[in-house]
């Protein structure tokens, strides 16, 4: 008995230390000569540099292993780079020195791939991977980490879009589709003009365009917080139709009244964000919003690139200079792992959950996750999930030449959320300053609108825009679908061009020969011969589960052009904009000489100039399109 007892206390201890060599745990501080704590270093196992950890901001690591550790490399932007023995050693104090030299560079081949592109946006989509690092081993301990030269390539990426057509209202009187808040489109429409060249047609989301602008809509002053307005009048772009404009305005709230805030920073600092308009531009526009928190907000730093790590636990929003502090030693460096990185955001935002706040994780990047457990599948249904825990999502997209528009938009579509294009200073701003509440403070969730058409009234009709945001007529009535959110004073508008009675038609079917009731139908319809259409709209409370509806009609009431209001004037100047980029079909007569001519009347007052700075758009946008129809 006393040998068996001995044998099993023997096995025993092989497999714990077996289970110990497959889990290796090395944990340490990284600070400089002068005994400063350094963040943002890069801890990576020498024999397997997939595995890898950041410093926080107490320079702290924690490097996992799934083998025993022989050695690290060490690495930060502007230090020496140092190559540490492990041993036997389970806390190690590394000290980094700047560097002051450039040292021999030797080229060795590792796991991560950096991918570098080409400015010249006319270039053909053709990535070139890079399969370089290199650190100089001169004396095998420290060097100079260096990304080889690479061919740059433009390898931008944009979901299809198959335009809205004419429906019949004999055969379709319901037209259903959720809220979107989203702007990102138009920000990356100015990108490209302002480079001069036009827009892929793909990039042209023609509701974020109309969306970018706010409106002269009242606030709601009820219980409700949204508010429905409704207008029509006739098409700019095509005579005998109609333009019935939607709006959508949100309450406004005083920033002192809002919910407190667990906000959780997921930034990509791979290799593809080391240009300048990528992560150095995201690092200003973070501060800009560390500027606007208040002190009962929370604000932690997620990192991912090649791994996941905590760069900033959640911290107080008094405590700005520590919050700072982190985002300036933020570097870019390695390959993307995105999917682990949201992971561990969103572990993080459950951790510091506010039930009667606002939690949130905002995603900064350009869309390339590469490598890692990152299938579009995988991250949506993880977003999905979350978003029923309460934790939203924000994305915040930069940088041109690999910018994956498509793999961003349907990611805050998931979560809840909304997404803007962030090229420059004054945007950040707009975002996260001027429109501060509206982007990170939800007041309406699932918002979903459906529209009744009379069709003693309209023919025919066609929304415009809204393509990836439409729901199955059934959907309006079905609280476990998940529809937009609308924050603090957010604005939604739609437009939809109507056909009227008598005024021919541009669906491509003919009148159905076997309908029943369709006369009777009509005539019944025809007692409400003064109303147009039926505005319904519904939405959640911010932690509600069951939908409160809104209804308005919308009279027969049509303007003259020239008489409508400012919104409805400027809408449809926008939209004949987004529809002249996209090369729609459904232009109809739409020219860049009549949109501008129709938006310099509908200027209002246009405080902070975006207004303006649009009708210079479609200035650039005309003499661009002369100027390819001429080569």
Avoid at 127 to 133: D, E, L
Avoid at 435 to 458: C, M, R, S, W, Y
Avoid at 609 to 631: D, F, H, P, V, W
């Amino acid at each position: 008995m006393k040998k068996l007892s001995t044998f099993i206390a023997v096995i025993a201890l092989i497999m714990s230390v077996q289970a110990q060599q497959k889990n290796t745990i090395l944990k340490g501080q990284v600070t400089d000569p002068h005994g400063k704590a350094l963040a943002s270093v890069v801890i990576l196992n020498s024999k397997d540099t997939t595995e890898s950890a950041f410093t926080d901001t107490n320079g702290l690591f924690t490097l996992f292993s799934s083998s025993p550790l022989q050695a690290i490399i060490v690495h930060k932007k502007g230090f020496e780079l140092r190559k540490l023995q492990v041993g036997n050693q389970t806390f190690l104090s590394v000290v980094i020195a700047p560097r002051v030299e450039q040292l021999d560079v030797l080229e060795v081949v590792t796991q991560e791939e950096d991918v570098q592109y080409s400015m010249d946006m006319s270039s053909p989509i053709v990535p070139r991977m890079v399969h370089h690092k290199a650190f100089s081993t001169s004396n095998g301990m420290a060097g100079n980490w260096h990304h080889a030269p690479a061919e740059f390539r433009n390898t931008e990426s944009y979901s299809a879009i198959n335009e809205n057509i004419f429906h019949r209202v004999q055969d379709e009187p319901l037209s259903t589709f959720s809220a979107d808040v989203d702007r990102a489109s138009y920000s990356n429409v100015r990108r490209f003009i302002n480079l001069g060249q036009l827009p892929p047609i793909d990039a042209v989301r023609v509701e974020e365009m109309i969306n970018y602008f706010d409106y002269d809509y009242d606030a709601p002053k009820g219980d409700d917080p949204v508010k429905v307005f409704t207008e029509v009048a006739e098409a700019p772009w095509n005579k005998d139709h109609y333009l019935m404009h939607i709006g959508i305005k949100a309450k406004e709230l005083d920033k002192g009244k809002l919910p407190p805030s667990n906000l959780v920073f997921l930034i990509d600092v791979s290799g593809s964000m080391g240009a300048s308009n990528k992560l150095p531009l995201l690092k200003s526009a973070m501060k800009m919003l560390v500027g606007e928190l208040r002190d009962n907000d929370r604000v932690a730093i997620v990192v991912y690139a090649g791994a996941a790590g905590l760069v900033l636990e959640s911290t107080p929003g008094f405590e700005k200079g520590k919050i700072n502090q982190a985002i300036d030693q933020l570097e870019s460096g390695g390959s993307t792992a995105g999917g682990a990185g949201i992971k561990l955001a969103y572990k993080v935002a459950a951790d510091h959950l506010l039930k009667e706040g606002n939690n949130r994780v905002i995603l900064a990047t350009d869309g390339d996750f590469n490598v890692g457990a990152s299938s579009d599948g995988e991250m949506q249904r993880l977003i999905e999930e979350k978003r029923g825990e309460g934790v939203f999502l924000t994305v915040l997209g930069f940088g041109m030449g690999n910018y994956k528009d498509s793999k961003m938009e349907t990611l805050a579509d998931k979560g809840n959320g909304n997404y803007a294009y962030i090229h420059n200073l004054t945007e950040a701003k707009k975002t996260l300053v001027s429109e501060f509440g509206g982007t990170l403070f939800t007041i309406a969730k699932d918002v979903k609108l459906q529209v009744e058409f009379n069709p003693a009234v309209v023919a025919e009709y066609r929304l415009i825009g809204y393509e990836n945001r439409k729901l199955n007529n059934e959907d309006f009535n079905d609280d476990t679908k998940d529809a937009g959110e609308m924050g603090v004073g957010h604005v939604v508008t739609a437009l939809y061009e109507v056909i009227p009675v008598g005024k021919g038609g541009g669906a491509a079917v003919d009148p159905l020969k076997y309908q029943g009731g369709e006369v009777e139908d009509v005539a019944i319809a025809g007692t409400y011969s003064n109303e147009m259409a039926t505005v319904k709209v519904r939405y959640k409370e911010p932690n509600g589960e069951q939908s409160k509806l809104l209804s308005r009609v919308v009279s027969n009431d049509v303007s003259k052009l020239n008489m409508a209001s400012n919104n409805l004037k400027w809408s449809s100047s926008v939209a004949g904009f987004g529809m002249l980029l996209r090369k729609s079909e459904q232009k109809g007569n739409a020219t860049y000489e009549n949109i501008i001519e129709l938006a310099e009347a509908a200027l209002g007052k246009d405080k902070e100039g975006y207004r303006r700075e649009c009708l210079q758009l479609m200035r650039s946008a005309e003499i661009l399109e002369k100027n390819t129809a001429s080569r």
